[in-house]
């Protein structure tokens, strides 16, 4: 089963938002078994652990892929599957 986070500011931004609904279209998409994770936290402890500097950020079975951008659904359906 594929770990897939999505991690961003609390309260989510427009942008944090539209990733994780992008991610979820895309899992449908799919039909992968993944478990689909929003993080709404930049915390000290997620950005040492991701080496964060931006967000969003998408975050592929503890593999960051993404940060400081909004993917399209078919882009995330090109990683995942």
């Given amino acids: ?3 897939i986070e999505v991690i961003g500011l609390d309260p989510p931004c427009k942008k944090c938002t539209q990733l994780l609904e992008n ?6 998409k799919t ?5 689909v994770e929003k993080k709404w936290t930049l915390s000290k402890e997620i ?5 964060l500097l931006l967000s ?3 975050v592929l079975d503890g593999v960051v892929v993404a940060q400081g951008k909004v993917y399209k659904t ?3 359906v090109e990683l995942i599957g």
């Fill in 1 to 3: 089963m594929m770990r």
């Fill in 23 to 28: 991610v979820n279209a895309a899992v449908a």
């Fill in 31 to 35: 039909g992968i078994n993944a478990t």
């Fill in 47 to 51: 950005r040492n652990q991701y080496g």
């Fill in 56 to 58: 969003p950020a998408l």
């Fill in 74 to 76: 078919d882009r995330i």
